[in-house]
C-alpha cells in the first residue's frame, strides 16, 4: 500500500519549474568547477608534497626524523585518497569512460561501505548506452535517493531497458521519506531532472516496507526547455 506520493506543488508550477532547472544546471556548473580545481589545482599540490616528503625521508640522519616523514607520508596518502573519492562522486569516471551500470556499481559499493547498509544491484546489459545526459541524470537520481535513505538496511537498484526506455527503480527497507521540507527538496530535483529529460519520476512511502523510487527516461531525448 502506497503511503505518501510526493510531487511538486501545483500552485506556481511553470515558475517552480524554471527556478529548479536552473538550480539543477548551476549544480552540476559548480560539481564541475569543484572537480576541476580538486585535480587541477589541490590533486597537483598534494603529489609535488609527496615528492618533497620522499627527497626529505632520504636525507634523514635520525630513525626519530625518519618516523615523523613516514607519519607524515601515510596522512599525505589518506588525504590524497579522500580527494580521489571527492572528485569521483563529483564527477564519476566511470560514467563517462563505461557508461551508467559500471558506474552504478562502483557508486554503490562506496554508499554500501559508507552507509554500513546492503546494496542489491539488478543492473541489466544494455544493448546501447543512452546519451550522456540520461545517463548523467539517472546517475544523479541515484545519488539524490541513496542520500535520503533513512535507516534501512538493505538497498535495492534495478535497471531495465523497456524499448526506447530506461527504467529505473530504486527500493529500501527503511523508515521512508520524511515528509519535512528537506525531503522534499531530494524528490523535487529527482522528478525535475526526469521532467528536464523527457522522462518521469515518482517517489513513494510503502506502508511498513520503506520507499521506492521508479524512474522512467528515454534513451535519447530532447531537453524540456527550461
Given amino acids: 500500500m502506497v503511503m505518501g506520493l510526493f510531487e511538486p506543488s501545483s500552485g506556481n508550477e511553470a515558475w517552480l519549474s524554471t527556478v529548479l ?6 549544480r552540476e556548473e559548480e560539481r564541475q568547477a569543484i572537480t576541476a580545481v580538486l585535480r587541477e589545482d589541490v590533486g597537483q599540490s598534494l603529489t609535488a608534497l ?5 627527497v626529505a625521508e632520504d636525507n634523514c640522519i635520525t630513525p626519530q ?16 585518497k579522500s580527494v580521489e573519492q571527492l572528485t569521483c562522486r563529483l564527477t564519476p569516471p566511470a560514467l563517462e569512460n563505461q557508461g551508467l551500470g559500471p558506474a552504478l556499481e562502483v557508486y ?6 559508507a552507509a554500513g547498509a546492503q546494496v542489491e544491484l539488478d543492473l541489466e546489459v544494455l544493448p546501447a548506452r543512452a546519451i550522456p545526459e540520461v545517463e548523467l541524470g539517472l546517475f544523479r537520481m541515484v545519488q539524490e535517493a541513496l542520500e535520503s535513505v533513512n535507516n534501512a538496511s538493505v538497498v535495492r537498484i534495478a535497471l531495465r531497458q523497456v524499448n526506447d ?20 527538496w531530494r524528490v523535487l530535483w529527482m522528478t525535475q531532472r526526469a521532467k528536464l529529460l523527457g522522462g518521469c519520476c515518482s517517489v ?3 506502508a511498513g516496507q520503506g520507499s521506492r523510487v521508479t524512474v522512467r527516461m528515454p534513451m535519447t531525448t530532447n531537453k524540456v526547455d527550461k
Fill in 50 to 54: 609527496a615528492l618533497f616528503l620522499r
Fill in 21 to 26: 532547472a536552473q538550480a539543477l544546471s548551476d
Fill in 165 to 184: 526506455q530506461l527504467r529505473l527503480v530504486i527500493e529500501d527497507n527503511g523508515a521512508g521519506y520524511w515528509p519535512e521540507i528537506s525531503s522534499n
Fill in 204 to 206: 513513494q512511502n510503502l
Fill in 108 to 113: 554503490a559499493q562506496e554508499f554500501a561501505h
Fill in 65 to 80: 626524523c625518519a618516523k615523523k616523514i613516514q607519519d607524515a607520508r601515510n596522512l599525505l596518502s589518506d588525504i590524497l
